[in-house]
């Protein structure tokens, strides 16, 4: 079964640049798309289509995936943007999501 | 404005069968494109897909859960419902319902917590 891999944690410093990874077999041939899960909450879909933004969140999120991996990016990162984050994309028709990543922002 | 609510009990005996409801408004089933799927996740852990319906009632299932899943839709009720069979503790978990328009998932319900104990 296909499988999406990402580092359990990635810790940032306020201002700066976060990078999250996913990798997975020809990712890059798929749409990977990216969710934010904040404590206690549901998630919510901050990237589709690879790099696409939905309506409401910040310009600081952006999104790649080319090769193996895809990629989240949030610049200039705040406070409120510590939460577990989930990659997720399509294979063989159905749906597969990575294992999460623990974003601390200190 | 587009709403999901999931609803069902909240616990289950191991080997019993687990129902969950889907009702949703904002949206129609019966639309091109859409479906309402199920996520679960265990306490403190990762979030699993686990089923498909679309609007001409294509059905698609966690290769892994399959045998044990059925997922169907009530259009004229707004409502897709879940099941799954043979419950054990290790499905003790949030189960969410949510939109999709696509190859991502744009709306999720609040979940609801399952606990399977004796």
């Known amino acids: 079964s296909y499988e999406l891999t990402q580092p359990p944690s990635v810790s940032v410093s306020p201002g700066q640049t976060a990078s999250i990874t996913c990798s997975g077999d020809?990712?890059?041939?798929?749409?990977a798309c990216w969710y934010q899960q904040k404590l206690g909450q549901s998630p919510v879909l901050v990237i589709y289509?690879?790099?696409k933004r939905p309506s409401g969140i910040p310009e600081r999120f952006s999104g790649s995936n080319s090769g193996n991996t895809a990629t989240l990016t949030i610049s200039g990162t705040q406070a409120m943007d510590e939460a577990d984050y989930y990659c997720?994309?399509?294979?063989?028709?159905?749906?597969?999501f990575g294992g999460g990543t623990k974003l601390t922002v200190l | 404005q587009i709403t999901l609510k999931e609803s069902g009990p909240t616990l289950v005996k191991p080997t019993q069968t687990l129902t969950l409801t889907c009702t949703f408004s904002?949206?129609?089933?019966?639309?091109?494109?859409?479906?309402v799927g199920w996520i679960r996740q265990p306490p403190g852990k990762a979030l699993e897909w686990l089923a498909l319906?679309?609007?001409?009632?294509?059905?698609r299932y966690s290769p892994s859960l399959k045998s044990r899943l059925t997922i169907t839709k009530d259009t004229s009720k707004n409502q897709v419902v879940l099941t799954m069979t043979n419950m054990d503790p290790v499905d003790t978990a949030t189960y969410y319902c949510?939109?999709?328009?696509?190859?991502?998932?744009?709306?999720w319900g609040p979940g609801t917590l399952v606990t399977v104990s004796s």
């Open positions: 949510a939109h999709s328009s696509g190859y991502y998932v744009d709306y």
């Open positions: 020809k990712l890059g041939d798929k749409y």
């Open positions: 289509q690879d790099n």
């Open positions: 319906i679309y609007w001409d009632d294509d059905k």
């Open positions: 904002g949206f129609s089933l019966s639309t091109s494109g859409v479906g």
């Open positions: 997720q994309a399509w294979d063989s028709s159905t749906v597969v």
